[in-house]
C-alpha cells in the first residue's frame, strides 16, 4: 500500500512533467496538428501501409511506406512534436531508472544485511 507521503511525491512528480514547458509545448503542436488534413492523411496512410506490410511482407508496400514516412519527416510541425515527445520520453526514462536504482540498491543492502545477520 502507498502511503500518502510516497504517492504526493509521485504526484510531484507527475506535475513536474506535466508543467513542463516541453509537455505543454507537446500538448499544443499535437492540438495544431490535429487541424492539418494534409498531415491527418498522411500519417493515416502510413498506419494502413504498416498494417499491410505486415500482412504481406510486400516490397511495393515497403518502398511507398518508406516514401510516406520521409514526407512526414520533412513536416516541420511533425519534426517538432517529434522532438518535445522525445525530451518528455527522456525525463520519464530519467524517473524510471532513478527507481530501479534505488530499488535495486535497497533490495541489494536489505539482502547483504540479511546475510550479515545469518
Not at 5 to 19: A, H, R
Given at each position: ?20 514547458y ?17 498531415l ?39 519534426c ?39
Open positions: 500500500m502507498i502511503t500518502q507521503g510516497v504517492e504526493k511525491k509521485i504526484n510531484d512528480l507527475i506535475d513536474y512533467i506535466i508543467n513542463s516541453e509537455y505543454k509545448r507537446c500538448l499544443e503542436i499535437k492540438k495544431q496538428m490535429t487541424q492539418c488534413n494534409e491527418n492523411q498522411l500519417i493515416k496512410d502510413i498506419k494502413k501501409l504498416q498494417q499491410d506490410y505486415i500482412k504481406t511482407n510486400g516490397n511495393s508496400i515497403k518502398q511507398e511506406l518508406n516514401k510516406k514516412q520521409k514526407r512526414l519527416e520533412q513536416i516541420p510541425i511533425y517538432e512534436y517529434n522532438r518535445y515527445l522525445e525530451r518528455i520520453n527522456e525525463k520519464l526514462d530519467f524517473i524510471k531508472e532513478s527507481f530501479n536504482d534505488y530499488f535495486d540498491q535497497k533490495l541489494n543492502q536489505d539482502i547483504t544485511e540479511r546475510k550479515q545477520e545469518s
